[in-house]
C-alpha cells in the first residue's frame, strides 16, 4: 500500500510542477516549487515533493550547505559512510559543506520537504536499486 | 472567536516554550522552537508562534535578511511605509537587508511562521495598539 498519496496536492505550500531542470539527476519522478529565488538572497528556498522510491542522485553543496525541513510523508537520507536515516515530517537535516550525500522517498510512501540551499550543487552518479534496498534496510 | 487554536500543538514543527528569550521584543505571548543552530551554518532556523494580536517590535536585520515561511493561522506582515499584509498558510516572505518591518498574528487568530535569519538584527520601537488597529484595516 502506498502511503501518504496526500502529499500529491502539497502540504502547506504547493506541490508545484514536475522537476523538469533536475530531472536527470533523480530516480523516479519529483516536483518542485520554488519559494525563494531573490538575487540579493545567498540562498534558494524551494519545495521537493518526492513519488514513493523518488531519489536524488549523490550530490554534494560546494561552498554553501544544504537544510531539509521535512513537512510530510517518509522519506531517507544518507551521508556517504554512514547509515541511512528514515525521515518523517517535523525532521530538520543540516549537510555541511562538501559533504557527499543524497535523500528522497521510501518505497511506500510520497515524501516532502522544504530544501533551503547555499553553494554549487556538483551532482554524482545515482543511487541505484541496490544502494536504496540497502538503505532502507538500515532503519527497518 | 478565536481561530486556529490548534496551532498551540505545532504545525509539523514543534510549538516549542515560551519565548522569553525575545519577550522584551514582542507584545504579547510568542513561542519558539529551534530548528537550526550550527556554527558552520550562515543562517539560524526557527519556528515562531503567535498568540492572537501577539507581534515583534519593528526591527531591521543588518547585514542579512529574513525569509519567514507561513505554517499557519492568520498573520500580519508591514514594512515600513508600506500598507500591511494579511499572511495565511503556504505564504512566503522576504525581507531584505536594512527594512524595517515587524510580523505577528491577527487579533481572531493564532499564527505561525518558519523564519530564516542572516545578519544581525536591531529592535526598535513596539508596534502600538493604534499601529496594530490600522495595519489590521489595510486588508479587511
Same mark, same amino acid.
Given at each position: 500500500?502506498?502511503?501518504?498519496?496526500?502529499?500529491?496536492?502539497?502540504?502547506?505550500?504547493?506541490?508545484?510542477?514536475?522537476?523538469?531542470?533536475?530531472?536527470?539527476?533523480?530516480?523516479?519522478?519529483?516536483?518542485?516549487?520554488? $519559494? #525563494? !529565488?531573490?538575487?540579493? *538572497?545567498?540562498?534558494?528556498? %524551494?519545495?521537493?515533493?518526492?513519488?514513493?522510491?523518488?531519489? @536524488?542522485? /549523490?550530490?554534494?553543496?560546494?561552498?554553501?550547505?544544504?537544510?531539509?525541513?521535512?513537512?510530510?510523508?517518509?522519506?531517507?537520507?544518507?551521508?556517504?559512510?554512514?547509515?541511512?536515516?528514515? $525521515? #518523517? !515530517?517535523?525532521?530538520? *537535516?543540516?549537510?555541511?559543506? %562538501?559533504?557527499?550525500?543524497?535523500?528522497?522517498?521510501?518505497? @511506500?510512501? /510520497?515524501?516532502?520537504?522544504?530544501?533551503?540551499?547555499?553553494?554549487?550543487?556538483?551532482?554524482?552518479?545515482?543511487?541505484?536499486?541496490?544502494?536504496?534496498?540497502?538503505?532502507?534496510?538500515?532503519?527497518?
Amino acid at each position: 500500500m502506498i502511503k501518504n498519496e496526500n502529499l500529491k496536492n502539497g502540504v502547506i505550500f504547493p506541490r508545484g510542477a514536475k522537476n523538469d531542470a533536475y530531472a536527470k539527476y533523480f530516480i523516479g519522478q519529483s516536483y518542485l516549487q520554488g $519559494l #525563494v !529565488a531573490d538575487s540579493k *538572497i545567498d540562498v534558494g528556498v %524551494g519545495n521537493v515533493t518526492f513519488e514513493p522510491s523518488c531519489r @536524488n542522485n /549523490w550530490h554534494i553543496h560546494h561552498d554553501g550547505y544544504q537544510i531539509l525541513l521535512v513537512t510530510g510523508g517518509e522519506g531517507i537520507y544518507q551521508e556517504e559512510g554512514q547509515p541511512a536515516r528514515h $525521515l #518523517v !515530517a517535523g525532521d530538520v *537535516i543540516v549537510t555541511h559543506d %562538501g559533504v557527499k550525500h543524497w535523500h528522497g522517498a521510501t518505497s @511506500n510512501s /510520497w515524501f516532502s520537504h522544504v530544501a533551503i540551499t547555499a553553494g554549487t550543487p556538483e551532482w554524482l552518479e545515482p543511487v541505484d536499486d541496490i544502494q536504496y534496498q540497502k538503505a532502507e534496510e538500515d532503519f527497518k
